[in-house]
């Protein structure tokens, strides 16, 4: 009887098992907002194209400010989907160039350089969403923070998935980072 080899090599450390599941987590949350937010975009528009142009009453009232009001959110949801996909930012044309380590290094710097801009970026849009609460949507009645906190929950995950990011390819190599599509990508 031969004792049980053990697959410890090729077993993911606790630290990438965590964050794939948050990356799923988070991915899952974005990907259903945009297609809640993109959904409901699509209706008010139409609902104020018809009203507009085919009806002739000049317009709803309410059809036209919501998107104002989910637009932020829409945005914000496929910034940080495309994080996550490796479409957000990409500097190839050094890429190739770097051995393996400075590769790493390389990918990690950016990605902990975009994560500490994210999370500057937060703290701004809470300081503008504080003075943005005291209007009012007139139609709505919403506060005008409203698109600000988007931006803000937005910068949240954007930091979060670029930390992501820079931690799994510290461990596990430069291989490691998301690769976007070609197609995804303007050259």
């Not at 990438?16 to 699509?42: E, F, K, M, N, Q």
């Not at 940080?80 to 479409?87: R, T």
């Not at 975009?114 to 969403?129: D, I, N, Q, R």
């Not at 998935?161 to 490691?176: E, K, N, P, Q, Y």
Request: one cysteine or more; glycine letters at 10%; hydrophobic letters at 55%.
């Amino acid at each position: 009887m031969t004792a049980p080899t053990s697959n410890i090599s090729t077993a993911r450390p606790m630290v990438i098992v965590g964050l794939d599941a948050l990356d799923h987590w988070i991915g899952t949350v974005c990907r259903g907002v945009v297609l809640s937010t993109g959904a409901a975009l699509l209706v008010s528009i139409a609902i104020g194209v018809v009203a507009r142009y085919v009806i002739t009453v000049g317009g709803v009232d309410w059809a036209e400010e919501v998107p104002k009001q989910l637009f932020a959110w829409f945005i914000m949801s496929g910034v940080v989907l495309a994080v996550q996909g490796g479409n957000h930012i990409a500097v190839d044309l050094v890429m190739h160039y770097l051995s393996p380590g400075a590769l790493r290094i390389l990918v990690v710097l950016t990605n902990l350089l975009v994560c500490v801009a994210y999370v500057y970026l937060f703290g701004v849009a809470m300081e503008v969403a504080e003075l943005a609460a005291a209007e009012r949507n007139p139609v709505l009645g919403t506060p005008g923070s409203l698109p600000f906190y988007a931006l803000a929950a937005g910068a949240v995950l954007t930091a979060v998935g670029s930390l992501s990011i820079a931690i799994r390819v510290w461990v596990l190599g430069a291989d490691a980072r998301p690769q976007g599509n070609p197609e995804d990508s303007v050259e």
